[in-house]
């Protein structure tokens, strides 16, 4: 008898997986491009957008979580603002929401000009002689239509100009079709494709036995990790299990690799690729089924050339430190260390190697 995929993974929303503490590989990626300080952001809170992240989001939603797309997005054609305007009209909607302002974004700016004025420097926004009149004007000349638009998007969903979404809807189209990649959406006996599969487990060391199913016990959170995969084809046929997740990128589809180590998705693949092998050994049913190297499906939304970039490590190698074109990268589990080291003892001044060693650093 068959046994769907399904019944191994964390069953719980978006949102409740987001809002979980365990350590998930954007913290530890977040840590490993800015050290502590970014990491310090990160737990307070600070919000990271942009529009390839935007881009990357409402992909993602419509090849995996299609059915919640119109919950989650409104898209419109408005006068599109500039990224930075954009970010800023974002913080005043956000803060005026908040604080129960009223109006429009020309009236926020005519009633309370201070405040208004302390979100745009907040964002570093305009020449240092410009007058703070003219940094408003500019801000509600540049995003008012938006700002008027999102008060339609109010209940939880992000505002999506139609550009994007049509740009976004392009790469859904070729993914699904390119004779590449479609195998995967193609229903074929004895083959799945599971969307969005979500994992937690108790992770302190690779000494320690793990048990994939604590997340159903009393556990204690800063000992866990989670990981949430964007597809995960299944084929029980050949008892292979292919882990899969989606890029959107900037570079040419053919150097992805650039990318790869530039964003730190190697900590994905490794960390991704320990969790499911530890998940899968420990059940009856699947723990003899081949779990394949984690692969990246690649597209940029101009070129439109999917492909695969398969990422072969091994158990071993996933927990070796590496160097790349004179780059020294730290493994997942070494990263993971120092983050609940700064999140245990609230240091975000020192590494903990310099705590160790009362100060003292070594030039090699």
């Not at 050290?35 to 409402?58: D, M, P, T, W």
Request: proline share 3%; net charge negative; with cysteine.
């Amino acid at each position: 008898m068959i046994k769907d995929f399904n019944e191994l993974i964390w069953d719980v929303s978006e949102a409740e997986y987001r809002a979980d503490k365990a350590i998930s590989y954007s913290t530890l990626s977040k840590y490993a491009k800015e050290g502590f300080k970014g990491l310090k952001e990160l737990l307070q809170g600070a919000k990271i957008s942009s529009a390839a992240l935007r881009h990357g989001s409402v992909v993602d939603t419509l090849l995996t979580d299609y059915e919640n797309f119109d919950s989650l997005y409104l898209v419109s054609n408005y006068v599109k603002p500039t990224e930075i305007i954009r970010e800023i009209v974002d913080s005043v909607w956000e803060e005026a929401s908040k604080d129960g302002l009223e109006g429009n974004l020309a009236s926020i700016g005519e009633e309370y000009p201070d405040y208004m004025l302390n979100i745009i420097n907040n964002h570093n926004y305009g020449a240092d002689n410009w007058r703070p009149a003219t940094k408003i004007n500019k801000i509600v000349d540049g995003g008012a239509d938006y700002y008027n638009q999102l008060t339609l998007a109010s209940e939880g969903r992000t505002l999506l100009h139609q550009e994007e979404y049509d740009y976004a809807l392009a790469c859904v189209r070729e993914i699904t079709t390119n004779k590449f990649t479609s195998f995967l959406f193609k229903e074929k006996e004895g083959t799945k494709l599971y969307y969005q599969s979500k994992f937690k487990i108790s992770f302190k060391d690779f000494d320690t036995p793990i048990n994939p199913y604590t997340w159903k016990d009393e556990i204690i959170e800063k000992d866990t990790i989670r990981c949430m995969y964007d597809m995960i084809y299944v084929d029980y046929n050949n008892k292979t299990i292919l882990p899969i997740d989606l890029k959107t990128t900037g570079w040419v589809e053919e150097d992805f690799e650039n990318s790869l180590y530039k964003w730190r998705y190697d900590l994905q693949a490794t960390k991704y690729s320990y969790i499911l092998r530890q998940v899968v050994a420990q059940d009856v049913y699947f723990k003899d089924f081949k779990i394949l190297p984690f692969t990246f499906l690649p597209i940029n939304k101009f070129h439109l050339n999917p492909q695969f970039f398969v990422y072969e490590k091994s158990l071993e190698d996933i927990q070796k430190t590496f160097v790349k074109n004179g780059d020294t990268f730290l493994p997942w589990h070494i990263l993971l260390e120092q983050v609940r080291w700064h999140i245990e003892t609230d240091n975000f001044r020192y590494y903990p190697q310099t705590v160790k060693n009362n100060g003292i650093n070594y030039i090699k």
